[in-house]
């Protein structure tokens, strides 16, 4: 489904993706894992052409999207939720998912199928319902998440790329999160690439995952495989060597 | 037939190119970080191993080679501490030090997934009895089997080698329906059966993978004729893994590589220019998934040829030949590749069994020369002088045809002709003498 072949991406003259080649298929969950500053967000950054590739390709569903502006990458079914939530916080909860809905706001037909589209959100978190009238900048964190997560659907993507989406929530938010992105895939079929500092939480709802080290893939494996390998343990699961002697 | 992993053997081709770049890409960086040998090789030929944008960029790396492992020896190859390695095989080098080999956890599983693909495609399923003839120490193939067998849901009878009594005893009593053995081993089975008056046919014995040693064409025949079982081919090495780097399926028309685990290329020997599609030459392999052992564009030694067809059962995996011979066997003659294999395949054709005969090379002025001496022996010597002559034209017009070169064939007196251990069809190359 999304085909990404030989990426370089620059800040100005930092050369932050090296040739990243990667793939996610149709109803697939792909987790980015590595530390800090590995490019694993640039990569999304990259795909939704926030911060275009100077060179490489990038195929969706058959066709290149690497010289689209954003706006056209959101049509042809790609929506980011970006690190961070960046929601609108003065506006209500409705509104900004009405705002993820931007594309076909103007079109008078499509405002039915927004409405609808809008129940589904609130169907898969219903904690938003109640709050549908609420500020955004007054949700919890997690409340964000979901708010931002619902705004991304509200722009009916078949790819879902998803950045650090448990930062800073409770572990109970988190595996919250987590159920909705599973059931996503196992409802509607939408593919997910996700970024996510918590390796462990992520590469349990993952199939497969690619290991990230200063802009470049040192790993192509499946999840379980990642989770069973001692290198991904002692960098990304908080697993230090000595702990693993001791036991 | 049942295939054992849909997803990888029958991936379109696209698909398959996509991850094998992806796979190969993640491992020249993660070579290059922990190996040392890799960083070494990878900086002496001005080579960036995150500059590599297509398979085809591959062919500018140096080949690893088995002189580079056994100067390596023991552990400089592994790309991981020991700590995670949690298996270690032995290479089957027959002189010197042989080659270690370490596998870390998920190693073994993706090895497991690979030898069952080989034996589900040889036709053994979870109602086999797997009898495992083969020594369970250092080298691969015994445990590679068995952990595949396993996978598959087989039952295992992990009986080592030796003791052909109490083996045929075993086959006979536990009911044994698939053999894993060498070719060697499976006649001197069938000779011991003979002998003990056992009808093999009685047996519930059904098919078997061969290993070890690589199972000719009249070997393969002559097993399945008299153990009466389906004898299938598969290719694999210790250095690249052991068993599970390729395998035959049904239709019998090669063995399928698994690429997606495996990228091969063909070099000519002699200048490692990398061959188009279908030519004879050296298999390199370069593996994709490994971590505790991964080989960059290794030299196997082994000759033979890449069939690119699709094949009739599904898989989307190239073929390989049968293996031809060693690169190291090979002879040049007048500027031509000849393998003695080649030799031996055509003299065995035309006689029925192998003949006693040995190749001579000379040179006759500027030009070399090649005979072949043949021991008379019955079906090769004829009374009547114009048969004889009929017989050796026949046989150099054959000999021509599939190595492109003439030969001279000369009929000589038996017990003449010089045998090395046993073995007919030695290489005397006057030539550097």
């Not at chain 1, 040739?19 to 694993?40: P, Q, T, Y």
Request: hydrophobic fraction near 40%; proline fraction near 4%.
């Amino acid at each position: 489904m999304l085909r990404i072949k030989n990426i370089n991406t620059y800040y100005g003259k930092l050369h932050a993706l090296k040739n990243i080649s990667l793939h996610v298929g149709a109803g697939e969950i792909v987790a980015l894992i590595g530390a800090n500053g590995a490019g694993k967000t640039t990569i999304l950054n990259t795909i939704s052409a926030v911060t275009p590739p100077s060179n490489g390709e990038i195929h969706f569903e058959g066709s290149a999207i690497h010289n689209l502006s954003p706006d056209v990458i959101v049509r042809r079914g790609i929506s980011q939720v970006p690190e961070g939530r960046q929601i609108f916080k003065p506006l209500s909860v409705e509104d900004n998912l009405e705002l993820g809905a931007y594309l076909r706001y103007r079109s008078h037909e499509k405002r039915k199928e927004i409405q609808q589209d809008k129940e589904t959100v609130y169907v898969l978190f219903p904690q938003l319902l109640e709050r549908r009238a609420q500020l955004a900048g007054t949700l919890s964190g997690g409340e964000q998440q979901m708010l931002a997560i619902g705004r991304a659907l509200m722009a009916k993507p078949k790819l879902l790329l998803l950045d650090e989406p448990a930062m800073g929530l409770a572990p109970m938010l988190v595996q919250e999160i987590f159920r909705v992105i599973e059931e996503l895939r196992s409802r509607r079929g939408t593919s997910v690439l996700l970024v996510e500092q918590n390796a462990r939480v992520a590469l349990k709802v993952a199939d497969r995952g690619y290991v990230l080290e200063t802009g470049k893939v040192i790993l192509e494996e499946t999840a379980s495989e990642l989770l069973a390998n001692k290198d991904v343990q002692r960098a990304y699961l908080g697993k230090d060597k000595k702990e693993i002697w001791e036991r | 037939m049942k295939i054992w992993d849909t997803k990888h053997e029958c991936m379109p081709r696209e698909e398959l190119e996509q991850l094998q770049l992806e796979r190969l890409q993640a491992t020249l960086n993660r070579a290059y970080k922990n190996v040392a040998f890799y960083r070494k090789m990878f900086h002496e030929s001005n080579i960036i191993p995150e500059d590599m944008q297509a398979l085809s960029g591959l062919a500018r790396i140096p080949f690893t080679t088995k002189e580079d492992l056994r100067l390596n020896y023991p552990y400089g190859m592994f790309a991981v501490p020991l700590r995670e390695v949690v298996r270690v095989h032995s290479s089957s080098g027959t002189t010197e030090k042989s080659v270690v080999v370490g596998y870390t956890k998920n190693d073994i599983k993706a090895w497991t997934n690979l030898v069952a693909r080989v034996m589900t495609a040889a036709g053994v399923t979870r109602d086999d009895m797997v009898q495992i003839t083969f020594s369970y120490g250092l080298y691969t193939g015994a445990f590679g089997f068995h952990y595949g067998a396993e996978a598959i849901g087989a039952s295992v009878i992990p009986t080592g080698t030796g003791n052909t009594d109490k083996q045929i005893m075993i086959m006979q009593d536990y009911k044994t329906t698939a053999l894993v053995s060498t070719p060697t081993y499976a006649v001197t089975l069938s000779d011991r059966m003979e002998k003990l008056n056992v009808n093999p046919k009685g047996l519930s014995l059904r098919v078997g993978l061969f290993g070890g040693e690589p199972l000719s064409e009249t070997m393969r025949t002559e097993i399945e004729a008299r153990l009466g079982i389906t004898a299938t081919d598969n290719y694999g090495l210790s250095e690249i893994i052991g068993p599970g780097v390729a395998g035959e399926c049904e239709h019998r028309c090669g063995m399928h590589i698994f690429e997606d685990a495996f990228i091969p290329e063909i070099i000519d020997p002699l200048t490692g220019t990398p061959l188009p599609a279908g030519n004879v030459g050296e298999l390199v392999l370069t593996s994709l998934t490994k971590e505790a052992f991964p080989m960059i564009r290794y030299r196997t030694g082994d000759l033979t040829s890449l069939e690119f067809a699709p094949c009739k059962c599904g898989r989307t995996m190239v073929r390989m030949n049968k293996t031809m011979g060693r690169s190291d066997d090979m002879l040049i003659i007048k500027g031509v590749n000849v393998f003695p294999s080649q030799i031996r395949t055509v003299l065995t054709a035309i006689v029925g069994t192998e003949p006693h005969y040995e190749i001579v090379i000379d040179r006759k002025g500027a030009q070399d020369c090649m005979e072949i001496h043949i021991e008379a022996a019955e079906g090769i010597f004829f009374d009547e002088m114009k048969m004889q002559k009929a017989f050796l034209e026949m046989v150099e017009k054959k000999i021509r045809s599939v190595i492109g070169l003439s030969a001279t064939v000369k009929l000589v007196a038996p017990n003449t002709v010089t045998l090395k251990e046993g073995k007919s069809g030695l290489v005397i190359d006057r030539r550097t003498m």
